[in-house]
């Protein structure tokens, strides 16, 4: 953190403030080639928001005192310098003076370490060059959260009953608590109390698990502002309390920011199901092939086959659903579901009758209406598919789900 406030400063003071981002920050400051940035980019959020607290914490107790404020705005990367007092003269001609009270400021933040003096010194009048780098090592409680979070997003889907997610949330809060300044943990966690929150909703259980997620989602935010990851499981969140209109702007943010990660994509498919935006699925149809192809984004592929029976094409939807099985896709109740009422519309009863009997073996218990007619929007999606599951010879059971 010590490098990195120095960093800031000194680019901020020698009015480079624009070009104060992420990845200058990863190759100057942490000294990452331009191959590892799209991954690193991560680690210079953490830290910024670390410095922003520890900023923060200075100036409202030892430091609130001293002449020269630095802050660091959330979403930002580029210090602010407001006076703390009256310096009493024109700060063109003290330039030297302002840089060398905030350096002092810097210099006794004990959490962020010492900053030399003469560097931010002589920053009025000499910049460090592109090869002048400090070597970041990531610590090993970081590295832990990283691969826990890793983990924990492949125990997501698919969702067949509420026993899958349960491990999947205790692996992120076992995240949080190995790094509680790495936003991951708490990104996962979020994403997990929203899906479990919308599985029991008929449940007292739903409003905790909505204020958890809460929570989670906007301390992952503010931890990393920008992280896709983190805009991504607020999107999930506020798609869940009904925020529709927030959670497609988040979603469709997180999407630009990282559009080959197929984590990212499968929520915001979900949600553009969910809202009935049909043809944005199908518009990235071509790309969500290449995610599944690289080994991830296993809903991708039922995202993608729910929005052509949707859309009337069921020869297409039947082809997706048993490509994206095959691919080693998620095959549950929901995408047999949807194969059901595919082949029935398909004028293929006999198959459609052989997956009413098996969904009616398999999964006795999954209330799928329920659950779809609380997931989407629009109550018309959900009724032309039981509409066609039902004449396959589906019961449409709808038990209410318990903890």
């Known amino acids: 953190m010590q490098s990195f406030l120095s960093y800031v400063v000194t680019e901020a003071l020698a009015g480079r403030t624009e070009e104060i981002r992420a990845k200058t920050i990863a190759m100057d400051v942490y000294g990452y080639e331009v191959d590892d940035l799209t991954k690193r980019e991560g680690v210079v959020r953490v830290d ?21 404020v630095i802050s660091l705005p959330v979403g930002r990367y580029a210090p602010e310098f407001r006076s703390g007092g009256d310096i009493g003269r024109n700060p063109k001609q003290n330039r030297k003076l302002w840089v060398a009270i905030a350096v ?3 210099f006794v933040l004990g959490g962020i370490g010492i900053v030399t003096t003469q560097v931010l010194w002589n920053s009025a009048s000499h910049v460090p060059g592109r090869e002048q780098t400090t070597i970041y090592d990531v ?17 997501i889907f698919p969702i067949v ?4 997610l349960q491990p999947g949330l205790l ?4 995240a949080i608590q190995r790094d509680p300044l790495y936003f991951c943990g708490f990104a996962g966690a979020a994403q997990v109390e929203t899906m479990l929150a919308i599985l029991q909703f008929q449940l007292p259980v ?5 204020k958890a997620a809460d929570g989670n989602s906007a301390h992952a935010l503010e931890l990393a502002p920008d992280a896709p990851w983190a805009l991504s499981a607020r999107a999930w969140y506020e798609y869940g309390v009904g925020n529709f209109s927030r959670a497609t702007s988040l979603s469709a943010r997180a999407t630009d920011l990282a559009p080959d990660d197929p984590h990212v994509a499968e929520f915001d498919a979900l949600i553009s199901l ?20 690289d080994g991830g984004g296993l809903v991708l592929g039922n995202a993608l086959g729910a929005a052509q029976f949707h859309t009337g094409d069921y020869v297409s939807a039947i082809e997706t659903f048993e490509n994206a099985i095959a691919e080693g896709g998620a095959f549950g109740p929901i995408s047999t579901a949807y194969l059901m009422a595919a ?4 004028d293929q009863p006999a198959e459609a009758r052989r997956l009413a009997r098996m969904f009616a073996k398999t999964w006795p218990d999954f209330p799928l209406e329920a659950v779809k007619r609380r997931v989407f929007v629009d109550p018309q999606p959900v009724l032309d598919l039981t509409k066609a599951m039902r004449a396959a010879g589906w019961k449409g059971k709808s038990p209410q789900i318990t903890e």
């Open 48 to 68: 910024a928001g670390r410095v922003r607290r520890k900023l923060q914490a200075y100036y409202e107790n030892d430091g609130s005192a001293d002449e020269v």
């Open 104 to 106: 002092a400021g810097a």
């Open 139 to 155: 610590s090993p409680t970081r590295v832990e959260a990283m691969n826990l979070c890793s983990t924990g997003r492949d125990l």
């Open 161 to 164: 009953d509420l026993s899958r």
């Open 171 to 174: 692996v992120f809060e076992t």
């Open 206 to 210: 739903a409003d905790k698990l909505f």
């Open 274 to 293: 969910y809202t009935s935006d049909f043809q944005r699925i199908l518009s990235h149809a071509e790309r969500y092939q290449n995610l599944r192809g």
């Open 343 to 346: 082949r029935w519309n398909n």
